[in-house]
């Protein structure tokens, strides 16, 4: 069912939502947006502007790595500056009632854990942009450190216990998926009666999966998303308006 206006569309997802025991929401991209932060895809999206680089690519290249710290850097005011919106806080108001055990992201930018949720209840399969990572033996590092080792040395830094090189703890374009937040979102997916996909084009696998395998284990499924999924005709209720509109109604102090 598409919702022929706003208020119809909020009015049956309150009935959904009151209904539901576990409701495990999806978030994508769209969810950010009201908060400042571009998403990829779309037109004027980041990747309109500039070649996702490769995970081989990242490894194999120098040159790729100290762009892809530029870029990083480049960001960082728009990253720094982001605080969670109406989405983020309704979400958050769903979680501290009890009704959402966790939320599974797409997302990198650390706005759920910013607007209430625990870190362990923020299922990042796609990594967070707020922090590094080495990519040999996993040490982490800050941000400020990898921009003053930089700056000093005019070269994205490796790391200090292995000399692998250090990147964002995000995941990039052929590099695994995270095995345990993989496992933990299938085991969410199956096991709530409200699956809520919010602000994703649902065109990334495995990730667009969650919606699907939600539903088929017996949940009701809602998206919630501006332009049309390839998913609307199997959901419960799609709902193509503004999404801090939409859920700004279940913010709660």
């Given at each position: 069912m598409i919702a022929s206006d706003l208020q119809s569309g909020v009015e049956h997802l309150g009935d959904m939502i009151a209904e539901a025991r576990v409701i495990v929401p999806f978030t994508g991209a769209g969810i950010s947006t009201e908060c400042g932060i571009p998403d990829f895809r779309s037109p004027g999206g980041i990747w309109t502007r500039n070649r996702p680089i490769p995970f081989d690519e990242?490894?194999?290249?120098?040159?790729?790595?100290?762009?892809?710290?530029?870029?990083?850097?480049?960001?960082?005011?728009?990253f720094a500056a982001a605080k969670p919106g109406r989405g983020h806080r309704a979400?958050?108001?769903?979680?501290?009632?009890?009704?959402?055990?966790?939320?599974?992201?797409?997302?990198?930018?650390?706005?759920?854990?910013?607007?209430g949720f625990a870190a362990e209840h923020v299922i990042e399969?796609?990594?967070?942009?707020?922090?590094?990572?080495?990519?040999?033996?996993?040490?982490?590092?800050q941000l400020d450190w990898v921009k003053r080792r930089f700056d000093e040395e005019g070269a994205a830094p490796n790391c200090t216990a292995c000399d692998e090189p250090v990147k964002t703890a995000t995941i990039s374009f052929g590099q695994m998926m995270p095995d345990d937040e993989m496992q933990r979102a299938?085991?969410?997916?199956?096991?709530?009666?409200?699956?809520?996909?919010?602000g994703s084009s649902l065109v990334v696998w495995p990730a667009a999966g969650f919606?699907?395998?939600?539903?088929?284990?017996?949940?009701?499924?809602?998206?919630?998303?501006?332009?049309?999924t390839e998913q609307d005709d199997i959901a419960d209720l799609v709902i193509h308006h503004d999404i801090g509109e939409t859920l700004g109604p279940f913010v709660r102090n």
């Open positions: 990242f490894v194999a290249s120098r040159q790729a790595r100290d762009e892809s710290w530029r870029r990083r850097f480049a960001m960082e005011e728009v979400l958050a108001s769903l979680y501290r009632a009890g009704k959402v055990p966790a939320v599974i992201t797409q997302n990198i930018d650390n706005l759920h854990q910013a607007s399969l796609h990594g967070n942009t707020t922090y590094a990572r080495c990519i040999g033996c996993g040490q982490a590092y299938t085991a969410l997916s199956q096991a709530c009666d409200l699956f809520i996909a919010i919606p699907m395998m939600a539903k088929n284990a017996g949940a009701r499924l809602v998206i919630i998303n501006r332009e049309p």
